[in-house]
């Protein structure tokens, strides 16, 4: 997507600014690589700095309730220093990092509700403005995208996906929020929870995965909440994901708080091909039936929309 707004902190006549993104939905902690075209106004400028921000819509929780707002979660000056002449048509390419606890927007190519954007701030002779967001799409990394097959085919369901302000303890988390997948229980695990809640927090060794039940009676000892946390490689070759991920909700129903030993891909089973092939699109079905209507649509609208008001 191509956004355009002529500079009104630089006045008539000043330069203006399109952002590109490469086309495709780019992986946490790969690489988001785009332009910046500019184009020269009536006059010679100089240029002291291009800047990109990653902006996400975060919810936070406090004493009378909940709010949302715009986090600025990393920024990159991908240019900057020279002097754009009078009409002067310039592209500056930029190949930058994303954080690998960048948040998943979709699943199988269908939106889960999560929105972020990319938002340039150009800097020109002490004058500063910032352009509109320009959507992000991110989808699931390999291992990711394994667990979340697993959940689908063990008979999870999709509820929602959020981002939540905020730090979840013991945990080697990096940026100020954390995204919530919620999930209906599968048959086998309801009468210990009537939901489930699972966040990625992925580095470059691997990713830690944090579940938590709601409470209830039963195997969660009078309605406490369970929280579980377990440590998975990026290797998915050679890993029964199914049985490795029922484990994990076996031992989160059997104590209030688990922590597991990482696992390294080293138990045989299903590899990531079979589990595509045998239908993995057990949580994108929900995702179709559930969050793809149109109240997503509007949210992700008037976010992008309003997206002058941050906190």
Do not use: C
């Amino acid at each position: 997507m191509v956004f355009k707004r002529l500079l009104g902190s630089l006045g008539v006549g000043g330069p203006t600014v399109d952002t590109v993104l490469d086309p495709g939905a780019v992986l946490p902690g790969g690489t988001l690589s785009g332009e910046v075209r500019l184009a020269g106004g009536s006059a010679s400028v100089d240029i002291d700095h291009i800047t990109l921000e990653l902006v996400a819509r975060v919810e936070a929780e406090h004493e009378d309730g909940e709010s949302e707002g715009s986090v600025v979660f990393e920024r990159f000056t991908v240019g900057g220093g020279f002097r754009l002449g009078e009409g002067e048509q310039r592209a500056v390419r930029f190949d930058v990092p994303l954080p690998w606890e960048t948040p998943v927007t979709e699943l199988y190519g269908q939106p889960l509700g999560i929105v972020l954007g990319v938002r340039t701030e150009l800097a020109v002779t002490g004058a500063r403005d910032k352009g509109d967001l320009d959507p992000l799409a991110v989808r699931p990394l390999p291992v990711q995208e394994a667990v979340l097959e697993a959940l689908g085919q063990l008979g999870f369901g999709f509820r929602s996906a959020d981002l939540e302000y905020g730090r979840i303890g013991g945990t080697g988390q990096q940026l100020p929020f954390y995204q919530e997948i919620e999930l209906t229980p599968a048959p086998q695990y309801a009468h210990g929870a009537g939901e489930f809640e699972l966040t990625f927090l992925a580095h470059p060794g691997g990713m830690e995965v944090v579940v938590e039940a709601d409470k209830r009676g039963g195997f969660l000892g009078g309605g406490h909440d369970a929280l579980g946390r377990f440590t998975v490689s990026h290797d998915v070759a050679g890993v029964d994901w199914n049985t490795l991920v029922d484990g994990w909700f076996r031992q989160l129903l059997q104590s209030r708080s688990v922590y597991a030993e990482p696992h390294h891909g080293s138990r045989p089973g299903m590899g990531m091909g079979t589990a595509v092939a045998a239908g993995a699109a057990g949580l994108a079905v929900g995702v179709v039936g559930g969050l793809v209507a149109a109240e997503v649509v509007d949210e992700v609208g008037d976010f992008f929309e309003g997206d002058d008001e941050e906190d």
